[in-house]
Each structure stands twice: as structure tokens, then as C-alpha cells.
């Protein structure tokens, strides 16, 4: 990805002037607990600390409070105990829009996200409402539905789109905020060979500039090929969290979470290699030092 | 999500077959407005509604509901009919051009009582009756099954187009839509959501069919129910005997003139 | 048991096909994976296959949709539907919207066929426990998650027991435990001589449940054959369809000159471990 897709995803929201300089913020999550009015505690005391520019995945069933924990981020919801910090900001004492200028949040099912009445419209409505120029909103959308390859129907309505394309709709809509945390909810669902790729480079050109990613997804290949953080979710908390080759090889964790590793690293194991490839060129040079070894 | 008033309470009332309630509140809607008496319909209000309320355990959720329902409406039948009711002879006060009659009183009192009556009436049946089990009972009896569904989809559907209205709001304020807490400028924020709001439902409508007829919605077999009505011979008798009351209700004062 | 031949379609008013010179045969009692990239025209396809294209959709049709025997374009949808079930994508929009519970939602077409009460009543409970979701059954179906309202609306299909059930990506909404679930399901189906069609991208799962796998692209199915051939054919990245990492692992590993070229592409979990293992022992 050139300098100039990665700067057009890139900038954090400022009404003045050009595009301004990148800021990463820290995302803080402290001991958070969350029950719904139904009384279901979705989320049972979490801690997390995120860096600026970390590439996190978040993986488990369904019902494991993934979605849950990320909503928190954004003020979607609010903890029933505990804090979250984005940057100096503590979540509670903003309202969701005032969050919006930090955390860009796609939502899994595009259409509750997608309102407007071309592609173009959609993607230039989040980048408007931060006050930006209209020369710049128009700069960003631009970018951003090239990033996921919709500049040949920009000026479709989004249903006429099928959902993959549409999914990609809602996440240039986001990219486009500049905000510089970006949570994605399983973005790959429905996604051809090339369509996941194209998201992969999106996730890549994002914190490449500087900007964190929090995805939440079951595609443990993409997990592990473009990821640089795993956390295992259960029953609401937290079972490991770390590097995927370190996370892979929990099974009792992964048991309890009903998460499988991905194909290369299973194949790696059973072989007997104690080497944890995440990907084929990986795998390949695993198997590459071995040859040569034996 | 609760798509409808229904109350679900275990009691006699709950348990009758949908279709006696519905005749049993027609009749009362056909007496009242058939006997204009007003001490007809507070019989009716003493001696039917409030017991089978009690029964149903359903009596506070009928007092507020009806309140809400008929306050605005008493207020103002009371005002308009007593205060400016032309036949008005027997005055009780007087302000200018307005005079509050005994005429004007008594008749707010014969509608009144009669609204009151079909409301209570009503709301009762809504709350003790479950559309779904209302729908399976009159397709039993040979409703077109199709009418049943609308009927029945609207009602569930309603709720889940007022869930999507609050999803995309909420997406659209995670991408900086400020939303200010008063109402009126929650509606002009909800404006521009509304068109693809609607065309997001024609395009599931169209997708829903699809699915519908995949089921065999289009089928023209007689259709079963997995859940029975409930049924008794008390009950077939008493819709037939309240059916002669509705009928004797308009036949009567009409042939011996007696009101 | 299915079988199109030279079948092209175009929707009403489109200018262009949607499909083109399209034939497809698939087995009684198999299951065939159909894999493309989004937009190849995957789901007109499965609506010929289930016949509501074009007794539903309209359009022009050409060429011979015969599904167990039956020319599905004369006769009626009803026909058409009594013989092939559809799953279609969005779960939420399978809900029928006149039911309360789960219950009674995987009970309305068996309602609608006039099936008798007992015997439904037996079927639900069947495919609820087939499917687990028995707790689900009391529960509203719109107070559900979209994973779990995607195996209601799997549930309310399979309990019709059509000859043939066609699927559009039914497990896009679940977790890699519901989705396995949902492939044993319907390997279990085919046993009892269910065909099955199911569009999906879930590559090694195809490649473990399927009898043969179908590739759409550019209007047409380009490529059919057993799931190990087709996934490891040189072509599929062209078509913009994935594989498993077992075969992009073989083909990188061939390019370095670690594996002969005469040693097959590993396409599974077991080929990936008998070839890189072999490989090893050779050296």
C-alpha cells in the first residue's frame, strides 16, 4: 500500500486546515464489568491495555462477550463497573458521538450501518459530521472506497450492492473518520478470497499509520496472517492474550473457548514441530530449516 | 421484546378460546351502542369487565391503560358537551357564551359511559389475548390464512422496524451523529433515516417472501396447527346465547319501541 | 437428481445475462459445494435450483432445470418448493414474523403443508435436537442472536424433509463450533438420502463434507469436480476463489524446490501431514 492510501485512511479529525499529523491513542480497559437490563452479566471483569497501532483480534463463540466488550469502546455501552480510557478520555463522561472522533466502530451486519443513498454519500456522512471541509470529506470517502475496491460503483445505492460489497461499504464509511482506533465486528464474514484480502490490507494500511485495530473474528487464518495480538474470550472474560504463536498453543484455553488454530499451525504440530507458523511462507520456512537440518 | 399489550398470566380468562372472547366483546360493543342507557353500560363495566379483570390478574394494567386512553377524552367530552350542549336548559353556571347544563352533563354521561365501557372492554381482550392464538383460532375457522399472516407479521413486525429505526441511529451516532435529548430534535435527526429505513424493509419484504414461499406459504393444503385452540362445549353454547343477546339487543327496542 | 443444462438467465429489464451456458448434475443423496467470488451470480443460481426463479423472480430462462426427475419450470412454485428447500442468507429475514416462539416458527410450513399435529410436534423436537437448540425452543424468535437465528431458519428448512435443500451461506453468522455442527447435520442428511447443495466459502469444510464442488465464475460454472482436484487447480486464484493453506503451503513449498513437482498438492489436514512429513523422511 502506497504513502498516499496509507496518509487518506489515515489522519485523526481536525476541522482546520490539511489533514493533520497521525495520533495513536492507548486504549485502557479496567477491571469492566457489564450486565444487561435483563440482568445477564455479558462481560465479568476485564482488564486490557492496547497500544497505539497494535493489530488485536479478539476470538471465541458466540455469546462470549466479544461484541459485548468492544461496544464499550465507543460508548455503545456504558461499563456497569470499571473504566475505559481512550487516550485521556474516560468513556463515561462522553457521549457516543463525542467517541466517535476516537473509535470508528463497523458494525458486523452493514445494514444497520448503511443509510444513505450512493456509496459515496455513505462513506462522506461520518467524515462530515467531524466538521471537516468538504473538499477533504470528499478526499477521504475517495480514498477510502478505493482502499475496498468500490470505486467502480461509488455512485450506486448501497442495495444494490450484494452484502460483502456492502460490508465493505460500511467499513470504507469508518476508515474514512480517520479516528484513531478502528473496531472492526467480524469483518470477513461473507467474504470471497479477494474481499478478505482486501480487508487484510486495509487493517494492514491502518496501523501502519500509526492507528489501532480491535477486530473481533471466527477466520482464525486471517486472525493469524495479519494480527499481532490474540485475546481468547469465555464466558465474558479473558483467558489468554497475547502473540498468536503464543496464544496457539494454549489448548486448554482454546478448548474452553471452542477456538481451533488455524491450519498451518495444527499441521505444524502434528508434524511435531515445535516451530508455531502462522502463515504458508512460515510453514514453508519451517519446513525449509528442517529439510536442511536432518 | 414484547411486539404486543399481551399480559401472559395463567387464569381462566387466558384460557378461553380467542374466539369467545371476540364475540363477547362484540356483543358488549353491539348492547352499548344499541341501549343507550348509560347505567346499561356501567352494569356491563361492574358486572363483566372489572371481574374478568380481577380473574385475569390483569386489573392494574387495565386501569393505566385505559386512563391513559381516556382521560384526554373525558376532559373533553365533559367540556365540549357540558358547556356548550345546544339543548342545555337547566343551567349550573354560566361564563359569557358558555354554560354548563344539566342536559349537557347528562348527556357527556350517556357517551361517556359508553366510551368508557368499549374501552375497558377492549383493552381487557388485548391484554388477555394473544394476537398469535387470536390468528391460529380464526384460521381454524376458515380466515384465509394470508389475512391471518398480515395480520399477525404486522403486529411482530412493528417492533423489529422500531429495533432497526434504534440500530441505525445508533450506528449512525458511533460515526458522530450528535443526538440532543429533546424529542423534536430526536425526530429531525431520525428524518433523513427514514427513506432507506423503508426501502430496507421493502427489500426484506421481498427477501421474506421468498423465504415464506420456500415454506409453503403458497401451498393450498387445509392447515394444521402445532399449538390447539382451546374449546368447550360451555363455550360453543355461550357464543351462541350471546350472539341471541347481541341480536335481542338491536331487535327489541326497535319492535316494542320501549326506549 | 439435479440437473441444469446450457441454463442462462436474465433478470427483468437487465440488459445483460446473469448466468450463461450453465450445467450442473448433481447426485441423489450427495452433497455439492459451490464455490465463486461474490457477485458470480451464486445466489441466482440457487434460486433457479429452487425454482423460484422463474415462477418468483421472472426474467428469461433458457435451457432444462430438472430436479428429481421434474421439469421445475412448468408446474407451480408450491410444486417446486415441496421438492427443494431453500435456506437463503439473511436469517433475520426467515423469520416469519406470525410466530412466537421457536417452536412454532420451525412448525410453520409444516402448518402450512396441513401436517398433522402429532407428527409435527415429533419432527420439531427431532430437528431441534438435531440441531441443539432445544433451550432455544420457548424463546421468541426475534430475541435471538443472528448466529442462533441462522439455525432456526436451517432448523424450520431441514424439518420440511425435502428431497433436495439448497443453501446460500447458512453458517455465515455462526462460530467454528456451530458451523461444524451445521456440516455434520448435513453429512447426517445425506445418509438418509438428502441432497444437498450448499453455496459457501468455508473452504476445509467443504473440502471434508462434499462430494464434489462447483466453481461459478464469469457467468458460468467453469470448473467442476471432486473437492481435492478442484482446490488444488492452478486456476482458482484467477476466478478470485480461495483454497486451503495446505495447498498454498505445497504450491510455495514446490516453488522453492522443497517438494518434487510429481507429489500431489496436499489439499487436507491428512494430505499436508503425509506429504511434509514424507518429505522430511526422504531427506
Same mark, same amino acid.
Given at each position: 500500500?502506497?504513502?498516499?492510501?496509507?496518509?487518506?485512511?489515515?489522519?485523526?479529525?481536525?476541522?482546520? #486546515?490539511?489533514?493533520?499529523?497521525?495520533?495513536?491513542?492507548?486504549?485502557?480497559?479496567?477491571?469492566?464489568?457489564?450486565?444487561?437490563?435483563?440482568?445477564?452479566?455479558?462481560?465479568?471483569?476485564?482488564?486490557?491495555?492496547?497500544?497505539?497501532?497494535?493489530?488485536?483480534?479478539?476470538?471465541?463463540?458466540?455469546?462470549?462477550?466479544?461484541?459485548?466488550?468492544?461496544?464499550?469502546?465507543?460508548?455503545?455501552?456504558?461499563?456497569?463497573?470499571?473504566?475505559?480510557? &481512550?487516550?485521556?478520555?474516560?468513556?463515561?463522561?462522553?457521549?457516543? +458521538?463525542?467517541?466517535?472522533?476516537?473509535?470508528?466502530?463497523?458494525?458486523?451486519?452493514?445494514?444497520?450501518?448503511?443509510?444513505?443513498?450512493?456509496?459515496?454519500?455513505?462513506?462522506?456522512?461520518?467524515?462530515?459530521?467531524?466538521?471537516?471541509?468538504?473538499?477533504?470529506?470528499?478526499?477521504?470517502?475517495?480514498?477510502?472506497?478505493?482502499?475496498?475496491? @468500490?470505486?467502480?460503483?461509488?455512485?450506486?445505492?448501497?442495495?444494490? @450492492?450484494? =452484502?460483502?460489497?456492502?460490508?465493505?461499504?460500511?467499513?470504507?464509511?469508518?476508515?474514512?473518520?480517520?479516528?484513531? *482506533?478502528?473496531?472492526?465486528?467480524?469483518?470477513?464474514?461473507?467474504?470471497?478470497?479477494?474481499?478478505?484480502?482486501?480487508?487484510?490490507?486495509?487493517?494492514?494500511?491502518?496501523?501502519?499509520?500509526?492507528?489501532?485495530?480491535?477486530?473481533?473474528?471466527?477466520?482464525?487464518?486471517?486472525?493469524?496472517?495479519?494480527?499481532?495480538?490474540?485475546?481468547?474470550?469465555?464466558?465474558?472474560?479473558?483467558?489468554?492474550?497475547?502473540?498468536?504463536?503464543?496464544?496457539? &498453543?494454549?489448548?486448554?484455553?482454546?478448548?474452553?473457548?471452542?477456538?481451533?488454530?488455524?491450519?498451518?499451525?495444527?499441521?505444524?504440530?502434528?508434524?511435531?514441530?515445535?516451530?508455531?507458523?502462522?502463515?504458508?511462507?512460515?510453514?514453508?520456512?519451517?519446513? +525449509?530449516?528442517?529439510?536442511?537440518? %536432518? | 421484546?414484547?411486539?404486543?399489550?399481551?399480559?401472559?398470566?395463567?387464569?381462566?380468562?387466558?384460557?378461553?378460546?380467542?374466539?369467545?372472547?371476540? &364475540?363477547?366483546?362484540?356483543?358488549?360493543?353491539?348492547?352499548?351502542?344499541?341501549?343507550? @342507557?348509560?347505567?346499561?353500560?356501567?352494569?356491563?363495566?361492574?358486572?363483566?369487565?372489572?371481574?374478568?379483570?380481577?380473574?385475569?390478574?390483569?386489573?392494574?394494567?387495565? /386501569?393505566?391503560? %385505559?386512563?391513559?386512553?381516556? =382521560?384526554?377524552?373525558?376532559?373533553?367530552?365533559?367540556?365540549?358537551?357540558?358547556?356548550?350542549?345546544?339543548?342545555?336548559?337547566?343551567?349550573? $353556571?354560566?361564563?359569557?357564551?358558555?354554560?354548563?347544563?344539566?342536559?349537557? =352533563? =347528562?348527556?357527556?354521561?350517556?357517551?361517556?359511559?359508553?366510551?368508557?365501557?368499549?374501552?375497558?372492554?377492549?383493552?381487557?381482550?388485548?391484554?388477555?389475548?394473544?394476537?398469535?392464538?387470536?390468528?391460529?383460532?380464526?384460521?381454524?375457522?376458515?380466515?384465509?390464512?394470508?389475512?391471518?399472516?398480515?395480520?399477525?407479521?404486522?403486529?411482530?413486525?412493528?417492533?423489529?422496524?422500531?429495533?432497526?429505526?434504534?440500530?441505525?441511529?445508533?450506528?449512525?451516532? +458511533?460515526? #458522530?451523529?450528535?443526538?440532543?435529548?429533546?424529542?423534536?430534535?430526536?425526530?429531525?435527526?431520525?428524518?433523513?433515516?427514514?427513506?432507506?429505513?423503508?426501502?430496507?424493509?421493502?427489500?426484506?419484504?421481498?427477501?421474506?417472501?421468498?423465504?415464506?414461499?420456500?415454506?409453503?406459504?403458497?401451498?393450498?393444503?387445509?392447515?394444521?396447527?402445532?399449538?390447539?385452540?382451546?374449546?368447550?362445549?360451555?363455550?360453543?353454547?355461550?357464543?351462541?346465547?350471546?350472539?341471541?343477546?347481541?341480536? $335481542? $339487543?338491536?331487535?327489541?327496542?326497535?319492535?316494542?319501541? *320501549?326506549? | 437428481?439435479?440437473?441444469?443444462?446450457?441454463?442462462?438467465?436474465?433478470?427483468?429489464?437487465?440488459?445483460?445475462?446473469?448466468?450463461?451456458?450453465?450445467?450442473?448434475?448433481?447426485?441423489?443423496?450427495?452433497?455439492?459445494?459451490? &464455490? #465463486?467470488?461474490?457477485?458470480?451470480?451464486?445466489?441466482?443460481?440457487?434460486?433457479?435450483?429452487?425454482?423460484?426463479?422463474?415462477?418468483?423472480?421472472?426474467?428469461?430462462? %433458457?435451457?432444462?432445470?430438472?430436479?428429481?426427475?421434474?421439469? /421445475?419450470?412448468?408446474?407451480?412454485?408450491?410444486?417446486?418448493?415441496?421438492?427443494?428447500?431453500?435456506?437463503?442468507?439473511?436469517?433475520?429475514?426467515?423469520?416469519?414474523?406470525?410466530?412466537?416462539?421457536?417452536?412454532?416458527?420451525?412448525?410453520?410450513?409444516?402448518?402450512?403443508?396441513?401436517?398433522?399435529?402429532?407428527?409435527?410436534?415429533?419432527?420439531?423436537?427431532?430437528?431441534?435436537?438435531?440441531?441443539?437448540?432445544?433451550?432455544?425452543?420457548?424463546?421468541?424468535?426475534?430475541?435471538?442472536?443472528?448466529?442462533?437465528?441462522?439455525?432456526?431458519?436451517?432448523?424450520?428448512?431441514?424439518?420440511?424433509?425435502?428431497?433436495?435443500?439448497?443453501?446460500?451461506?447458512?453458517?455465515?453468522?455462526?462460530?467454528?463450533?456451530?458451523?461444524?455442527?451445521?456440516?455434520?447435520?448435513?453429512?447426517?442428511?445425506?445418509?438418509?438420502?438428502?441432497?444437498?447443495?450448499?453455496?459457501?466459502?468455508?473452504?476445509?469444510? @467443504?473440502?471434508?463434507?462434499?462430494?464434489?464442488?462447483?466453481?461459478?465464475?464469469?457467468?458460468?460454472?467453469?470448473?467442476?469436480?471432486?473437492?481435492?482436484?478442484?482446490?488444488?487447480?492452478?486456476?482458482? $486464484?484467477?476466478?478470485?476463489?480461495?483454497?486451503?493453506?495446505?495447498?498454498?503451503?505445497?504450491?510455495?513449498?514446490?516453488?522453492?524446490?522443497?517438494?518434487?513437482?510429481?507429489?500431489?498438492?496436499?489439499?487436507?489436514?491428512?494430505?499436508?501431514?503425509?506429504?511434509?512429513?514424507?518429505?522430511?523422511?526422504?531427506?
Amino acid at each position: 500500500m502506497s504513502r498516499a492510501d496509507a496518509e487518506g485512511v489515515a489522519p485523526v479529525a481536525n476541522t482546520a #486546515g490539511a489533514d493533520p499529523v497521525i495520533v495513536g491513542m492507548e486504549v485502557l480497559i479496567e477491571d469492566v464489568r457489564f450486565s444487561y437490563p435483563s440482568g445477564v452479566e455479558a462481560v465479568k471483569g476485564v482488564s486490557l491495555s492496547i497500544r497505539p497501532g497494535e493489530r488485536v483480534a479478539i476470538v471465541g463463540q458466540n455469546g462470549a462477550g466479544k461484541t459485548t466488550l468492544v461496544r464499550q469502546l465507543n460508548g455503545i455501552f456504558r461499563p456497569t463497573s470499571g473504566r475505559v480510557q &481512550v487516550g485521556d478520555w474516560i468513556t463515561s463522561e462522553h457521549t457516543i +458521538a463525542e467517541l466517535a472522533t476516537r473509535v470508528g466502530y463497523v458494525f458486523q451486519n452493514p445494514d444497520e450501518q448503511l443509510f444513505a443513498r450512493t456509496v459515496r454519500a455513505d462513506v462522506e456522512f461520518g467524515p462530515r459530521n467531524l466538521g471537516l471541509d468538504s473538499a477533504q470529506v470528499a478526499r477521504r470517502a475517495e480514498t477510502a472506497i478505493e482502499a475496498v475496491g @468500490l470505486s467502480g460503483v461509488a455512485d450506486l445505492h448501497p442495495h444494490h @450492492l450484494s =452484502l460483502s460489497e456492502r460490508k465493505r461499504v460500511a467499513l470504507a464509511g469508518v476508515v474514512a473518520m480517520g479516528t484513531p *482506533v478502528v473496531v472492526l465486528d467480524e469483518p470477513t464474514t461473507g467474504q470471497d478470497a479477494a474481499g478478505v484480502d482486501m480487508i487484510a490490507q486495509v487493517v494492514a494500511a491502518l496501523t501502519d499509520a500509526g492507528r489501532t485495530v480491535i477486530a473481533i473474528t471466527h477466520d482464525m487464518e486471517f486472525c493469524a496472517e495479519h494480527f499481532d495480538r490474540v485475546i481468547v474470550m469465555a464466558g465474558g472474560q479473558v483467558l489468554v492474550d497475547g502473540h498468536p504463536r503464543d496464544v496457539f &498453543v494454549r489448548d486448554a484455553e482454546l478448548d474452553a473457548a471452542a477456538v481451533e488454530p488455524p491450519q498451518l499451525t495444527r499441521l505444524a504440530r502434528a508434524l511435531g514441530w515445535d516451530d508455531q507458523p502462522l502463515s504458508a511462507e512460515e510453514f514453508v520456512g519451517a519446513f +525449509a530449516r528442517r529439510g536442511a537440518h %536432518s | 421484546m414484547t411486539s404486543t399489550l399481551y399480559l401472559d398470566r395463567r387464569s381462566p380468562v387466558h384460557r378461553l378460546n380467542p374466539v369467545t372472547k371476540l &364475540v363477547a366483546m362484540l356483543t358488549i360493543v353491539v348492547i352499548v351502542f344499541a341501549v343507550p @342507557l348509560w347505567w346499561v353500560a356501567g352494569l356491563i363495566v361492574v358486572g363483566v369487565v372489572v371481574p374478568a379483570a380481577v380473574v385475569a390478574h390483569c386489573g392494574g394494567r387495565l /386501569l393505566s391503560l %385505559s386512563l391513559k386512553l381516556l =382521560l384526554p377524552i373525558i376532559v373533553v367530552l365533559v367540556l365540549v358537551q357540558g358547556l356548550t350542549f345546544p339543548g342545555g336548559k337547566t343551567v349550573l $353556571a354560566e361564563w359569557g357564551v358558555l354554560a354548563l347544563t344539566t342536559e349537557g =352533563l =347528562l348527556f357527556a354521561l350517556g357517551i361517556g359511559s359508553r366510551i368508557v365501557c368499549l374501552v375497558l372492554t377492549s383493552v381487557l381482550f388485548v391484554l388477555t389475548t394473544h394476537p398469535g392464538d387470536l390468528m391460529g383460532a380464526l384460521t381454524e375457522r376458515g380466515m384465509s390464512p394470508k389475512f391471518s399472516y398480515i395480520i399477525s407479521s404486522t403486529l411482530q413486525l412493528i417492533p423489529a422496524f422500531r429495533d432497526r429505526a434504534d440500530g441505525i441511529l445508533l450506528a449512525q451516532q +458511533a460515526r #458522530g451523529l450528535a443526538v440532543k435529548g429533546s424529542p423534536l430534535a430526536r425526530v429531525k435527526v431520525m428524518m433523513p433515516l427514514l427513506g432507506p429505513l423503508v426501502l430496507g424493509m421493502f427489500t426484506d419484504v421481498e427477501e421474506r417472501s421468498t423465504a415464506m414461499e420456500a415454506r409453503g406459504f403458497g401451498s393450498a393444503a387445509r392447515r394444521t396447527a402445532l399449538i390447539p385452540v382451546p374449546d368447550s362445549t360451555a363455550q360453543r353454547v355461550s357464543r351462541w346465547l350471546m350472539l341471541v343477546l347481541a341480536v $335481542a $339487543a338491536i331487535v327489541v327496542p326497535i319492535v316494542f319501541g *320501549v326506549l | 437428481m439435479i440437473s441444469l443444462t446450457d441454463v442462462s438467465y436474465a433478470y427483468p429489464d437487465a440488459e445483460a445475462l446473469t448466468l450463461e451456458h450453465v450445467d450442473l448434475e448433481v447426485e441423489r443423496g450427495s452433497i455439492a459445494g459451490i &464455490v #465463486g467470488a461474490s457477485g458470480a451470480g451464486k445466489t441466482t443460481l440457487a434460486k433457479i435450483i429452487a425454482g423460484f426463479i422463474p415462477h418468483a423472480d421472472g426474467g428469461e430462462l %433458457s435451457g432444462t432445470v430438472r430436479v428429481d426427475g421434474r421439469d /421445475l419450470s412448468t408446474g407451480s412454485l408450491v410444486d417446486a418448493v415441496s421438492v427443494v428447500g431453500l435456506v437463503i442468507q439473511n436469517p433475520f429475514n426467515q423469520i416469519s414474523g406470525a410466530k412466537y416462539t421457536v417452536r412454532e416458527e420451525i412448525a410453520f410450513g409444516l402448518e402450512n403443508f396441513g401436517t398433522p399435529r402429532d407428527e409435527m410436534q415429533r419432527r420439531v423436537d427431532e430437528v431441534a435436537a438435531l440441531l441443539r437448540i432445544e433451550h432455544l425452543l420457548d424463546r421468541s424468535p426475534y430475541a435471538l442472536s443472528g448466529g442462533q437465528q441462522q439455525l432456526v431458519a436451517i432448523a424450520s428448512m431441514i424439518v420440511l424433509r425435502t428431497p433436495v435443500i439448497v443453501m446460500d451461506e447458512p453458517t455465515a453468522q455462526l462460530d467454528p463450533a456451530g458451523t461444524r455442527m451445521v456440516f455434520d447435520v448435513l453429512s447426517a442428511l445425506r445418509e438418509t438420502g438428502i441432497t444437498i447443495v450448499i453455496f459457501e466459502h468455508k473452504l476445509e469444510l @467443504l473440502q471434508q463434507h462434499a462430494d464434489r464442488l462447483h466453481v461459478v465464475a464469469d457467468r458460468s460454472i467453469v470448473l467442476s469436480g471432486a473437492p481435492d482436484d478442484v482446490l488444488a487447480d492452478d486456476r482458482l $486464484a484467477q476466478w478470485a476463489v480461495g483454497t486451503t493453506r495446505y495447498v498454498t503451503a505445497g504450491r510455495l513449498a514446490r516453488e522453492r524446490g522443497l517438494l518434487p513437482p510429481e507429489v500431489p498438492l496436499p489439499v487436507s489436514f491428512e494430505q499436508a501431514e503425509r506429504v511434509f512429513d514424507r518429505e522430511r523422511s526422504v531427506r
